[in-house]
């Protein structure tokens, strides 16, 4: 069935560093991809989101890249900051589908000061 | 800015009862969802629902779950006969199609006992 594959489950970097959480996916059809962030306790958030038409999409100090061949895609946070430290999810969805997302397990990303 | 709003924030209830979780999504969106996230795992989906009726469960989704619109500004989600393992936090989230954004609430925090 479909699934969602994230890694690492934790991750913990020095404020100024770049992270980098990556996901790859099973289902082929699969063409759309959100990044959520949930600070503990709150909703998630929509942080940036990808379509299967574009290999790259940049917001800032966020970018998220995809691989179709090799169905995976990745979120890439520069300068990270302590306000970045949040769990962040990757899903993956089927256009002219249901619009149900997929969720991977999520990353625990811990910005120290 | 318009946001997805649930009721309760937390439910306390004994195993065996019934409970109505309500959600109003953003009014002129046409998709609506729930998904649960058990403490300390990732987000997954439950249902879909356009257009006044269900347009996919997962496997989570069993006799024991129930969706509705009422009327035109809420959805709920009814679980007949909780168990133990029903205690998770329930997202209810909504969208204009079905790749576009999913804005999620801030969840109803259910403990069965």
């Known amino acids: 069935g479909e699934n969602v594959e994230q890694h690492p489950s934790t991750l913990s970097v020095q404020e100024g560093d770049s992270a980098v959480i990556k996901c790859t996916y099973s289902?082929?059809?699969?063409?759309?991809f959100p990044w959520y962030k949930q600070e503990l306790g709150k909703r998630p958030q929509l942080i940036i989101d990808?379509?299967?038409?574009?290999g790259e999409k940049k917001d800032q100090r966020i970018a998220v890249t995809l691989n179709k061949t090799a169905k995976h895609f990745s979120l890439h946070i520069t300068e990270t900051q302590p306000e970045d430290s949040a769990v962040y999810f990757c899903?993956?969805?089927?256009?002219?589908?249901?619009?149900?997302?997929?969720f991977g397990q999520g990353t625990t990303l811990q910005v120290k000061p | 800015e318009p946001e997805v709003t649930q009721t309760p924030s937390h439910q306390v209830t004994q195993m065996g009862q019934e409970v109505i979780l309500r959600c109003v999504p953003i009014s002129n969106h046409l998709y609506f969802y729930w998904y649960r996230q058990i403490l300390g795992q990732k987000v997954e989906f439950l249902v879909s629902f356009y257009n006044n009726e269900i347009s996919e469960k997962s496997e989570i989704f069993d006799d024991q779950f129930s969706v509705e619109r009422p009327d035109g500004s809420n959805f709920t989600l009814k679980i007949r006969s909780t168990k133990l393992e029903d205690s998770a936090m329930y997202f209810c989230?909504?969208?204009?199609?079905?790749?576009?954004?999913?804005?999620f609430g801030p969840g109803t925090r259910l403990t069965v006992l």
């Open positions: 899903a993956a969805s089927i256009s002219g589908n249901t619009g149900k997302l997929i």
């Open positions: 989230a909504s969208n204009m199609g079905q790749n576009n954004e999913q804005f």
């Open positions: 289902d082929s059809a699969s063409n759309y």
């Open positions: 990808i379509r299967s038409n574009v």
